[in-house]
C-alpha cells in the first residue's frame, strides 16, 4: 500500500522579540522542512513533513514548547502537481528574441 507523508504548515505568534530564536530552534526539530518570518498576524511560518499523524503531533509539542503565544496548524490534505518548468523564459516566449550560444 502507498504510504503518503502528513504535510503540515503552522503559523506562529511569538514573544515580542522571540522571533528569530523561535525559528533558529524550529529548523532543528526533524520534520520541519522550511521556516520563515512572516510580516502580518504571525510572526513565524514553517513547514513540516513527517510519515505519520504521530510524528505530527511529536514535533507539535515541541513547538509548544517554545516561547510562542499561539499557533494555528494547518494540515494539507490534497497536493497539487508541480508546475512544468517552461524551457524558454517571457522575453524569448513574447518578444521572439533568440538565444544566444557561445
Do not use: W
Amino acid at each position: 500500500m502507498f504510504k503518503k507523508d502528513v504535510e503540515a504548515y503552522i503559523l506562529i505568534v511569538v514573544q515580542h522579540g522571540a522571533e528569530h530564536q523561535v525559528l533558529e530552534t524550529l529548523m532543528k526539530f526533524d520534520g520541519v522542512k522550511e521556516g520563515s518570518l512572516v510580516y502580518g498576524e504571525f510572526d513565524v511560518h514553517c513547514k513540516i513533513v513527517v510519515e505519520s499523524m504521530e510524528k505530527l503531533r511529536e514535533v507539535h509539542d515541541k513547538i509548544r514548547k517554545l516561547r510562542i503565544l499561539r499557533s494555528e496548524t494547518l494540515v494539507a490534505y490534497e497536493r497539487a502537481p508541480p508546475r512544468k518548468k517552461s524551457v524558454r523564459n517571457y522575453h524569448v516566449r513574447k518578444l521572439g528574441h533568440k538565444r544566444a550560444r557561445h
